[in-house]
Antibody, heavy 121, light 107 residues
Framework: QVQLVQSGAEVKKPGASLKVSCKASGYTFSNYGLIWVRQAPGQGLEWMGWISAYSHDTNYAQKFKDRVTITTDTSTTSAYLEMRSLKSDDSAVYYC??????????????WGQGTLVTVSS | DIQMTQSPSSLSASVGDRVTITCRASQSISTYVNWFQQKPGKPPKLLIFAASSLLSGVPSRFSGSGSGTDFTLTITSLQPEDFATYHCQQSFSTPYNFGQGTKLEIK
């Protein structure tokens, strides 16, 4: 069965960097893309970016273009989210999700359990 | 960027009721809309993709419709496990923004 397992909760100081991992299993990793979405406490979902596990092409929301890097490692079937210069309003739960496509319509069908990131001095 | 405006932001209903949640896109997006259910402390769960295609395993009381700018998620005969927050998402152009969510509560 498809599973995405994320790394554990993190506490960071403002200005620090973060790296969250997402280990995929149960499907052919390179056949799908992966996305990262975050959710601040009590807030909605925010799409951060996408990566093709096949070509490593990426697409980022403009808001995150300068601070975020999404990568994949095919040998370990893992995806990574790196974020630099953390601020307090980056405190959120970060999710990875597998990106499927049907009839040209992309949709995230399997999600990781989420990683809670707290940014505080 | 395409904005998704979801309404209502919260909704009270009873078991057995029929409810409708609406999402409006800031520009025409054909049928590039997905719907998710989220329960507290859990990741979102995909219900419907491409505006009206029900994901395998999702109960048939859930349905989606719409095209262009206006979309609806309908739940017929609410069950206790349906009380959750629902999110729409456009997948027409990046960033694939979500609506702000609709919290469905028990009346």
């Amino acid at each position: 069965q498809v599973q995405l397992v994320q790394s554990g909760a993190e506490v960071k100081k403002p200005g620090a960097s973060l790296k969250v991992s997402c280990k995929a299993s149960g499907y052919t990793f390179s056949n799908y893309g992966l996305i990262w979405v975050r959710q601040a406490p009590g807030q909605g979902l925010e799409w951060m970016g996408w990566i093709s596990a096949y070509s490593h092409d990426t697409n980022y929301a403009q808001k995150f273009k300068d601070r975020v890097t999404i990568t994949t490692d095919t040998s370990t079937t893992s995806a990574y989210l790196e974020m630099r210069s953390l601020k307090s309003d980056d405190s959120a739960v970060y999710y990875c999700a597998r990106d499927s496509i049907h009839g040209g319509n992309p949709f995230p069908d399997y999600w990781g359990q989420g990683t809670l990131v707290t940014v505080s001095s | 960027d395409i904005q998704m405006t979801q309404s209502p932001s919260s909704l009270s209903a009873s078991v057995g009721d029929r409810v409708t949640i609406t999402c409006r896109a800031s520009q025409s997006i054909s049928t590039y809309v997905n719907w998710f259910q989220q329960k507290p402390g859990k990741p979102p769960k995909l219900l419907i993709f491409a505006a009206s295609s029900l994901l395998s395993g999702v109960p048939s009381r859930f349905s989606g419709s719409g095209s262009g700018t206006d979309f609806t998620l309908t739940i017929t005969s609410l069950q206790p496990e349906d009380f959750a927050t629902y999110h729409c998402q456009q997948s027409f152009s990046t960033p694939y923004n979500f609506g702000q969510g609709t919290k469905l509560e028990i009346k």
